[in-house]
């Protein structure tokens, strides 16, 4: 099974690249995070001609995450569109059982500023989801979480560290909840493949970031340990973030057995 991770920054602007990477890859499972488009907007006829079905949990000008589920493929009917228990207008979470296999497509807050109210939000945020995944845990031995974290796990995936040291995205703060998150039984399933630094999925628009490659790897996979047994590669496509109009996010990919 070969599942990605895609942010892809309003897929009305990112819609024709989306449907190209998807004929080039043939993914059997694309997350979306950041469609930013209300449910009757989502182009699922469009999904469907090129051979995927589609479960989407839209909002109007920000978030909004999508699975595109190749057809062959059997859709359980516990679907879950927001942390249970937690009050979020926002639409960040959506979760499918594929094939046995459980998909946690996350867009988890960014958070502004260390010490902002969006901060405190942010944390508050990873501590529900926690909670929700120990249950998730519980229920599903196999178990695939993936999306866009904006957590930074470690200095070798951010391109100048002290810069970086104790802002957003690289906090401690939000680094220890990512590991508590981990700590449940999952691993950065790109880690597994790849451990030389440098290579990131997060670049900013400002000051040629993709061109230096200044970017960070706040895109992640996280796979349960039945998951990580069968997985058989990591990585990150860079190419269509040097698209004309691109994302600023490139797709993130694990294949497993």
Not at 186 to 197: A, L, P, W, Y
């Amino acid at each position: 099974m070969k599942i990605a991770s895609w942010n892809v920054n309003s897929l009305r602007v990112r819609q024709s690249q989306v449907e190209n990477w998807l004929l080039d890859q043939r993914p059997d499972v694309l997350v979306l995070q950041e469609i930013k488009m209300t449910d009757d907007l989502f182009p699922e006829d469009i999904y469907a001609e090129l051979g995927y079905q589609a479960l989407w949990s839209g909002q109007k000008t920000y978030n909004g995450v999508a699975i595109l589920v190749q057809d062959g493929l059997m859709i359980d009917s516990d679907v879950i569109k927001a942390i249970p228990g937690f009050e979020d207008p926002q639409q960040r979470v959506l979760a499918a059982t594929v094939d046995g296999v459980r998909i946690v497509d996350l867009y988890v807050p960014n958070g502004s500023e260390v010490g902002s109210e969006k901060y405190q939000y942010k944390l508050d945020w990873f501590a529900a989801l926690q909670e929700w995944i120990a249950e998730e845990r519980n229920r599903h031995e196999k178990m695939v979480i993936l999306g866009d974290f904006n957590i930074a796990p470690a200095d070798a995936d951010v391109h100048n560290p002290k810069r970086w040291q104790g802002k957003i995205l690289c906090s401690d703060l939000e680094r220890q909840a990512l590991e508590k998150l981990l700590s449940l039984g999952f691993v950065d399933t790109f880690r597994k493949f790849n451990t030389e630094g440098g290579q990131y999925s997060w670049w900013d628009y400002r000051s040629g970031g993709f061109a230096r490659n200044q970017g960070l790897r706040i895109d992640l996979i996280l796979s349960s340990l039945a998951m990580e047994g069968v997985a058989q590669d990591s990585w990150i496509d860079t190419e269509p973030r040097g698209w004309e109009q691109p994302s600023d996010h490139a797709p993130v990919i694990a294949e497993y057995l």
